[in-house]
Every structure is written in C-alpha cells, then in structure tokens.
C-alpha cells in the first residue's frame, strides 16, 4: 500500500495502519508464532534467513515503526565506553556485520560481530550448526565462516542508525599456525582499529583446532604483550583509545583460572568476557545430537559460566571489567552473571529461542 493511500485511508477513517499492525507488543508476540516455522528449516538455513528479514525489515522501515525508540535507556559507562544499556548481542549471530542497524533496532546496547579473520573463509562443512530444543541449547561447529576483515570493516563503515556500542571479536585462520597466531589478530587489530569501539580476542572457540591452547599463561601473557604494544601505537595514529578484550572459554580448573587472571592484570587486559561455549555435554546427555563434535551453548552453561565469570572477578578485584556471556534466557539469569561481578551480559543462544521479547524484557528489567 503506497504512503499516498495510507494516508487517505486514515484521513477518512481514523485507521492507522502503522500504528495498528507495528506496535512493539504486537511484533514481540508474533516470535512465538513464527519460530515453528524457522525451526522447522535446517538451523543454518533458518539463521540466514532471519537476518536476511530482519535487514529487510529495517531498509522498509518496519522495525523503525515497530521499535521507534530506546525506551528503557539505562546507560552505563564501563572500559570508557558509554552503553545505552547493559545488554549485548554475543559474537557469533552477526558474523558479517552487516546487521548491525537491525538487530540494533530491538533495542541491544551494544553489538558483537564476528569472528572475524584476517583472509576469509569459508568454514567448516555442513552440517555444522544444531539444536538441541529441549535443552534450549546449541551445538555449533561453524569454524570462523566470514568474509575476511576487510569485508567486516566495511560492512560496519555502512551501518547508519545504531548508536550503540561495536565490538569487532576477532580470530586467526584455521591454517595459521599457533606460532603465527599473533601476525593474524595484529592484522585484525589494525584493520578494526578505526571503526570498532572494542576488539575482542577470540582465543577459547572450540572449533579452531589448536586454538585454546593460546589460552596457556605463557602463550596468553605473549600474544597480550604484542597486542597492547599494538594498541598503545594506534592510539596514538588514531586519536582514540579502543578497549581490548580477550574471549575465554567456561571449561578452565580453577588453577588456569587463577593464572590467567594475573596474567591478565599484570599485561593490562581493557576487559575479559566469559565464557565462550563449551566441550562439557553432561547436561545435554541422551539427545541425539549431543555427541556432535562442536561448541555447547544455552541454558546447559549457565551455572558454569556464572562460575567463570565469579572466579575471574573475584581474582581480578574489580580492576578488570567482564562481560557475563552463556546460558542467559531470563532476567534471573543475567542478574546472577551481575551479583557474580559482570558488569555488562550479552545473549545469543537464547535469543534464538525467545526472540526480541527476551532483549526487550533484559532491558527493562535489569
């Protein structure tokens, strides 16, 4: 229907199509009913397809119909950055970046991209991305699918309407060996540098082989030095300062967890988010599709990440911010990752099963 007949439609009739069909409430319940549908496609297939939409929806304009404005702003400043809220899309969703404005829209503070590697590729073979609906959790086995940092830059370069926080997670190439793995995050850190507000260090996903074991003390407390020196040199040339994180795994001893975080104070780590997915299937034993080889995200995490994240900040004093990531579906949940010393969470697992009512309820209520 054209604007023109829109209008005369509600001149003579009192009739506002807009404000009929695009409320937030009426939008945020229709999830429910669509997600049948979605689940009942290939988990890949359905991925693509619900970004394809939402990207369609916000070039139309119905999102901005839908969700007109950030109702419940409650900003908070952490590592310097200003956040129109405490909640985040996690790394994984938006691996292109060129959603960003759209699922900006639904109301997140801040929008994770990535993994991104320096050369793109395409990842490992399909199928490699499962659900687990009983459980509300996720098996993935993606292997860093993107287009190369190059693309990622310039897809962030062309997003307009979100004004909320971008963080760029960044990896190395499956073929990189550990021993050039710093080459490939300097790469990235460079090429991000002037568009990202945060650079997250990937080095806990699963599905890189080799890649956790940069998460040794010795290998993390080296690639964290090059990294800051790094930093410290982009600063300068760009005239701002851009947070560095690392992304760590839930599946540390206590030990590793104590190592790491004096590693991390001593090399000046900007901010550490935990946790990424894990190897651990105990929670989701006797599903078919538990033993597929991957990363478990969902529910299943959310004890074990919370831990992680009240280990780390207990070590760190509150001199290290943390993002709480894994396993959030309610507001309960993330309140927990909160008192356990998170200062910001982010979802993604959940999203996927509760829709943008679950961003909307995050929002209001924390």
Known sequence: MSNGVERKLHR?????????????????????????????????????????????????????LAFPADEFATPVEVMGLKFSNRVGLAAGLDKEGNTIDALGRLGFGFVEIGTITPRPQSGN????????????????RMGFNNPGIEAGVANVRRHRHFHGVIGFNIGKNKDTPNENAADDYLACLRAAYPVADYIAVNLSSPNTPGLRDLQSEDASARLLETLKREQERLAVLHGKQVPLLFKVAPDLEEAHITGLAKVFLDGGLDGLIATNTTLDRSAVQGHPRAPEAGGLSGKPLTERSTEVVRAFASAFGGKVPIIGVGGISTVEDAQAKLRAGASLVQIYSAFIYRGPQLVADLVKKL
């Open 12 to 64: 003579n009739t009192g009739f506002d199509i807009r404000r009929r069909f695009f409320q937030p409430r009426r939008v945020l319940n229709a999830y429910p009913l669509l997600r049948p549908l979605l689940f009942s496609l290939d988990a890949e297939t359905a991925h693509h397809l619900s970004l394809s939409a939402l990207r369609l929806a916000e070039c139309s304009g119905l999102l901005r």
């Open 125 to 140: 073979p399909k199928p490699r991305l499962f659900r687990l609906i009983p459980q509300e959790a996720i098996i993935n």
